[in-house]
């Protein structure tokens, strides 16, 4: 696989301009539509595919973290940074965060860093009645995908604390946020603030929670890969643990193909432009299990992994396959 991880600068170059150019077309229109008078609902339409494209920038940052869309490090690095600011996501402490994810995807032992915090039956069945509660808002769909990508795109990642900041990354995050202070300044001073509210606002809720989304589905499905450390395999853990989320080609091509996750979990390496590629040529990586639109539509209520079964599960199954509650307590 390490055949398909050699980046093309002119594919990369062109994939970072035609984005930026049609959020930029997009962001315009939406613009148009309030000084014309439009009724709003035009603006708000405009915004999906506006948001579509912030999904879009935001892999190709992701790219640029693992080294996959150039070959210099300093190009990835510097597009990537750039991208930050636009996607709200520091470029310098997100790598970190998700190397940590990739080398420890589906391990049972290394859980908290990157990822979606999962419990198992019996950790969940353990935990007081309160933490119970607090576990269950926190994996509610509205709380996931909705409350969850505000606080995580537009909060935590102004100052996040979930990590020793080393010097670089520390000037990445304040850079990250002057850059963003300066973008918003400047389209206020353009556009008007109430404006700038009305058009920036949908594009972010809809960006945000997409890009969670897509997240979750990569990993949060019921015959996913969870084990133990000492059982814990990489190549399985990408296999079986990453998704192949099978979406419509426009979307795929949206997502810069970061639904063959199973791929790019294997050889983190390849560039987005090159996973499809690499899927066509490799039957035996289309023998796993594929995740449809409509199937994925499910996933969103799995919220625990039972180590008896091996299924992720929702807490309306507990009645049904967990072990006893040892304090006696009843789901």
Known sequence: MQAY????????IAQLLITAASLAVLWLAMWGSIELGYEYWITLLLAVPAAGFVVRLFV??????HGSLFRSRLANDWAGRIMGVFTLTPYDYWRRTHAAHHATSGNLDRRGV??????TVREYLALPRWRRFAYRLYRHPVVLFGIGPIYVFILKHRLPLDMPLRSGVWRNLLATNAGIAALLVGL???VGPIELLQLQLPVVLLASSAGIWLFYVQHQFEESYWQRDGNWSFAQAAML????????RLLQWVTASIGLHHIHHLCSRIPNYRLQECLDENPALARVRRV???????????SLWN???????RFRDLSGIAPADPSGNKE
């Open 292 to 302: 449809t639109l409509l199937e994925s539509l499910r996933c969103a209520r799995l």
């Open 5 to 12: 991880g050699q980046p093309k600068a002119w594919r990369s």
């Open 307 to 313: 180590e008896d079964t091996m299924r992720m599960v």
């Open 241 to 248: 643990g990453s998704s192949y989320y099978r979406l419509p």
């Open 188 to 190: 206020a001073m353009l």
């Open 114 to 119: 990157g990822d979606i915090t999962t419990l």
């Open 60 to 65: 190709l940052q992701h790219d640029c973290g």
